[in-house]
């Protein structure tokens, strides 16, 4: 782009490969009839988007027919926060050096990322302890995985409760129990008024109509999918967040919650939003949480003092002064009704069984994720992803 400024050894040690310098008229000939484009435009200190000259170019190579590749990262992103503000390109592979940047994990960036392979040059002993951003990866979750020892019962290896469902949204019951029975805790109990219609369809569920106070004794509580806005709905979250156990609120329940009541609380809480929901807690609109998700996942953790896993194209784990946890699995097809739920009831089964809430958000965005991959790149059902998540859990816990 400009020559004149371009590193002088970079500069001589490309023309002795053979490579030429073209002019403005001629560059944009030439990337739109080329085979490869190698994008190296802005390094990961660059920020906002493209400048107009820049712009134009990597407009033209993407008419062409050219594979761009980009050095380290799409130029244009934010390497820390994974932002696009303006214009970037979009590589179909990147190819990044010394670590992963959080930014090409992390959406909207990671959309502009393609495939992306890491180089190791040597860059590990100067990298910092605590990363920003981390993935965890199969044998990270198997080594958390809840697992029965020989003297284990049903109520030591704990015993999640659910509060969900309502009269317009039952199905939010079955889908949040469903959840949890394949969760890793012992037992499950729910308390709410879809009772019949879910001990009927499991069973082993422990059931109440009563509020969750009365529902006996449980190691985490999940409350919150279409419980509804009433005042029954506001009775039983808090009930469930007077409790000394850990809590996981979702959906309905987010929207009746408040930071003095949280922040009161001595056990931990686990909030799960989508977009929306997190912009209605952060007071911000839906297009700002979904361009800086890091960074509201993170404001969400401190305003709310939580663990906040934000869902959604990436999903998101903040907890504290920790390193942000970006989920490495999932799929498209897991946006359907429902799904949410199902994450829920997996998510509260293991915190019961004794996980943090950072590690069982983690662990429970990394099975759900799992599980809807693994049935196929075609729609999904949110009953269909709990029903595969004992095959997930058993192929992870096995290594």
Do not use: C
């Amino acid at each position: 782009l400009s020559p004149d400024r371009a590193h002088a050894g970079g500069l001589a040690a490309l023309r002795a490969a053979g490579g030429r310098i073209a002019s403005a008229e001629a560059g944009d000939r030439t990337v739109r009839g080329a085979a490869l484009v190698v994008d190296g435009i802005v390094g990961i200190g660059g920020k906002g988007g493209l400048r107009p000259d820049a712009e134009a170019l990597v407009k033209a190579a993407r008419s062409g027919r050219a594979l761009i590749v980009s050095v380290d990262l799409p130029s244009g992103v934010d390497a820390n926060s994974g932002e696009v503000r303006g214009t970037a390109v979009r590589a179909d592979a990147t190819v990044t050096f010394g670590a992963y940047k959080p930014g090409l994990l992390i959406d909207p960036a990671r959309e502009h990322t393609g495939a992306l392979r890491l180089i190791d040059i040597g860059l590990e002993p100067f990298l910092p302890r605590r990363p920003d951003a981390e993935a965890l990866q199969h044998a990270d979750v198997g080594a958390l995985l809840p697992r029965p020892q020989a003297e284990s019962d049903k109520y030591r290896r704990g015993v999640v409760g659910v509060v969900a469902g309502s009269a317009r949204y039952p199905g939010a019951a079955l889908l949040a129990v469903a959840g949890a029975l394949h969760g890793g805790a012992g037992a499950v109990r729910y308390a709410g008024p879809a009772a019949d219609a879910v001990v009927s369809r499991f069973p082993e569920t422990l059931v109440t109509t009563g509020p969750p106070a009365k529902a006996g004794r449980v190691q985490a509580w999940v409350v919150g999918p279409g419980v509804g806005d009433d005042a029954a709905a506001r009775r039983a979250l808090d009930d469930v967040l007077a409790s000394d156990v850990p809590v996981l609120v979702d959906a309905d329940g987010l929207r009746l919650l408040t930071a003095e009541t949280l922040r009161a609380r001595d056990a931990e809480t686990v909030l799960t939003p989508h977009a929306g929901e997190a912009a209605a807690l952060l007071g911000a609109s839906r297009a700002h949480v979904e361009a800086t998700r890091l960074t509201s996942a993170r404001e969400l953790a401190e305003r709310y003092g939580v663990t906040a896993l934000l869902k959604g194209s990436t999903t998101v784990v903040a907890s504290g002064h920790r390193a942000v946890r970006v989920n490495p699995t999932g799929t498209p097809w897991l946006a359907t009704a429902g799904s949410g739920d199902v994450l829920s009831g997996l998510t509260g089964s293991l915190l019961a069984a004794g996980l943090t809430g950072r590690d069982a958000a983690s662990v429970g965005a990394y099975l759900h994720g799992l599980a809807a991959r693994s049935l196929g790149a075609a729609p999904l059902t949110a009953m269909g992803v709990a029903d595969a998540l004992r095959g997930v859990w058993g192929e992870v816990g096995a290594r």
